[in-house]
Every structure is written in C-alpha cells, then in structure tokens.
C-alpha cells in the first residue's frame, strides 16, 4: 500500500469513525435529554412516522441568582504580588560599543625574492625598507602570518586583528 493510499485510508476512517460518534452521542441525548413525562411520548413517536413526531420543548434555564458569593477584599499585601518588571536592558547594556579596528596598514609591497623555497617580501614603511618572511614579527605591532606571490597576512598585534596586503604585481 503506497503512502498516498495509506493517507486516504486513515483519513476515510477517522471520517466513519466521527460519523459513527456523532450518530451515538445524538441517539444518547434523545433518549436522555428528555423530562421522565416526554419518554412515553418519545417511545411512541419512535414507532410513529417521522411526519407525527412531537418538536421537543426547550426547557428554561435554571436562575444562577442564589449563587453568587460574597467576599472580602484582596489584603494589600496582594498587591504587590507580582511587580511590574523591566523586559528591556538598561540601555548602557543594550548597544555594545563597537571594536575598533585595526590602523590601515603602513606597509606597500616593493617587490620578494624567493630562497630555497620561501618568499622573502621587501615592504616600504615611510621612508624604512623592511625585509620581511612569515612568522616574522615588526615593532612589536604586526606578526607576518604568510608570504605568498598575491598577499601578505598580517596580524595587527595589540587587537589581534587580521590584515591583507594585496600584491599589486600578481594576475
């Protein structure tokens, strides 16, 4: 049986099976939603064709005056069972100040060399040539992290911030 015919199966049964429980409980409240004197009318009219049948009577609804209670009032105490409370942070909390970022770098590629495998990159800082390879570190500012023939990575030491150098001589 395909998924789709098991769907209609279960969905054709609960429809019987709610059918089959509307039936009962109609059949239930006839036989005990009438007064003790309209059974033997009801009897009756079972045997008798539907065109005869009697309409039931409504019956009133009973008076609810005698059921209301008097009470004293809520102590004061009471009152302040549930304070009302703050849902938002404080907005000293709500906005998180915003991390600076690292100072553009002042490095601008000159040119690299290549030794036994590993670039060397030549980097003007002002007027300071320095002769850089990875894992280097300059001024205590910025660690060289990796050289390669199109960036430098840079690490910006006090914030930890990664920064790239584009090689301006790669394709």
């Known amino acids: 049986m395909t998924r789709d015919k098991r769907r209609r199966f279960v969905i054709g049964a609960a429809l019987v099976a709610t059918l089959a429980a509307t039936w009962w409980a109609a059949s239930l409240e006839d036989e005990t939603g009438l007064a003790a004197d309209e059974d033997s009318a009801v009897r009756d009219s079972r045997r008798a064709p539907a065109t005869t049948r009697r309409a039931r009577v409504p019956q009133p609804m009973p008076s609810l005056n005698g059921l209301s209670v008097d009470r004293a009032p809520l102590p004061d105490v009471a009152a302040d069972i549930l304070p009302p409370m703050q849902l938002h942070p404080p907005a000293e909390l709500a906005v998180p100040s915003p991390v600076p970022d690292a100072p553009p770098l002042p490095f601008r590629f000159v040119g690299a060399l290549e030794e036994r495998g590993e670039l060397t990159a030549f980097l003007l800082e002002g007027e300071q040539l320095r002769v850089v390879r990875a894992h280097d570190t300059i001024d ?25 150098l584009t090689v301006s001589g790669s394709s």
């Open 140 to 164: 205590d500012r910025y660690r060289v992290e990796r050289v390669t023939t199109a960036f430098i990575e840079f690490t910006y030491l006090p914030r930890r911030t990664r920064q790239v």
